[in-house]
């Protein structure tokens, strides 16, 4: 049965409930199966709607994904780059929501400060959808978790594994998807890194955990935390506007935290490798090829381009990250849908 989710903001996942989380999933996997069957195609509820997606990030799936689940709901839509406006430098970000809150239907934002989000939802009027802050990524763990039932049905009391730089935005979504759906995630890194998850986002997992069951872990240890994980996922060890000074030091943490052969051979025989992409795996990128140039003799581990994740994973049968980049897409349509109303 649809849920009432007009005017609300996906700011933070956790402002939303363990049950309408269930219902955007499966909504996200009723709205991809509608368009392979070509069932989208002279629907478009949304027509006469407006959206702008604002982006101090550069993108390539949130963007596109934004683009064309608004095309098939019949949704314009108006992109706004780093470059594009006066936001947040010569115009307040409480000024340009109440602005843009008047030509718009709905507005994303991708950016740095999870208060520019927060003032947008404020000020704007409109449903405000986070596409990206440093603090969360909630688009992207609708089509994570989607993924993840796509490949194993009912999610409860499965196991998964975020290993590399926990306590960044991916990490902290994992936490919380995890937590909505009754699952086990242990966070793998340094012992270091593990005093540097959020404590506020711990106890709040900590608390969806006590009512729909799952739990939350810590290792150092990469082929232990694999035990028993169905899904193994990683990301980047330095994000996105993260200066690039910062590598030498995180591949020197997190080198013996890269997703290998052996790791996946210690997981279930079937486990699947995620990735939210872009995945350092090779060379075949300027930013990996200058790592490997300049990292490769003092760090072994990076000297074929690959950090996070080996280049054997990533082309494995394994790896559904391909998966969760289509996902991205109905995902976000599901989003746009239910928040603008139709």
């Keep these: 049965m649809p849920l009432n989710l007009k005017g609300r ?3 933070s996942l956790l402002n939303f409930t363990t049950k309408e989380v269930h219902y955007l999933i499966d909504l996200s996997i009723d709205l991809k199966k509608s368009k392979q069957q070509g069932l989208h195609i002279g629907n478009r509820p949304l027509v006469g709607k407006n959206i702008a997606i604002l982006f101090q990030k550069d993108s390539t799936r949130t963007r596109c994904s934004f683009e064309v689940a608004a095309a098939d ?7 706004i780059g780093p470059q594009g406006s006066n936001f947040g430098k010569k115009e307040s970000i409480e000024d340009t929501a109440k602005v843009l809150g008047r030509y718009y239907d709905g507005l994303e934002f991708r950016g740095f400060l999870q208060s520019d989000v927060d003032a947008l939802v404020k000020y704007s009027g409109v449903p405000i959808w986070n596409g990206l802050t440093d603090a969360e990524h909630p688009t992207q763990i609708i089509a994570d978790f989607m993924t993840m039932k796509e490949k194993f049905g009912n999610l409860k009391n499965r196991k998964m594994v975020f290993i590399g730089d926990i306590k960044n935005n991916m990490g902290i979504s994992c936490m919380i998807g995890a937590a909505f759906m009754g699952m086990n995630i242990t966070l793998c ?7 540097e998850v959020d404590k506020n986002y711990i106890k709040k997992c900590e608390e969806l955990f006590k009512i729909n069951g799952g739990s939350l ?4 240890d990469k082929i232990k935390a694999a035990k028993d994980a169905d899904v193994i996922y990683t990301d980047v060890w330095v994000s996105l506007g993260e200066d ?3 590598f030498e030091k995180r591949i ?5 935290f890269q997703v290998c052969e052996k790791m996946m051979k210690a997981a279930n025989e079937d486990a699947i490798f995620l990735h939210c992409l872009p995945a350092f795996h090779d060379k075949n990128t300027q930013f990996s090829k200058e790592i490997a140039e ?7 581990e990076v000297k074929d381009g ?4 080996t280049d054997k994973v990533f082309q494995s049968r394994q790896n559904h990250a391909f998966d969760q980049a289509e996902n991205r897409l109905h995902s976000i349509k599901a989003i746009i849908l239910t928040t603008i109303g139709y």
């Design 9 to 11: 903001s996906l700011d």
């Design 217 to 220: 872990s810590f290792s150092d």
């Design 73 to 79: 709901l019949g949704a314009s839509v108006t992109y």
């Design 244 to 246: 690039f000074s910062l």
């Design 294 to 300: 300049k990292f490769g003799k003092k760090f072994p």
């Design 306 to 309: 690959a950090m996070e994740v």
């Design 189 to 195: 890194a340094p012992k270091e890194y593990h005093k």
């Design 252 to 256: 020197g943490d997190l080198r013996n």
